[in-house]
């Protein structure tokens, strides 16, 4: 898998996460949940600083634990 990562991309590794998301900026951010039924989900998109740096500290708290793809 790792010959198909462009040069340049980082990808680490981790067995659990709660959710998933996508940081834009430093004011945007979804957070996505899973549903209730099997390929459901729910998501929250926010535009406040103040959510997007808590999305951002978590994911910087991630990767600092996760893994390098190997």
């Known amino acids: 898998m790792k010959h198909m990562i462009p040069d340049g991309f980082r990808i680490r590794t981790r067995d659990r996460v709660f959710g998933a998301g996508l940081v834009i900026d430093e004011r945007q951010t979804l957070i996505m949940l899973a549903g209730g039924e099997e390929q459901q989900y729910l998501g929250v998109y926010s535009n406040h600083a103040v959510f997007a740096a ?6 910087d708290s991630l990767w600092q634990d996760s893994k390098p793809l190997s």
């Open 54 to 59: 808590m999305a951002s500290a978590y994911f």
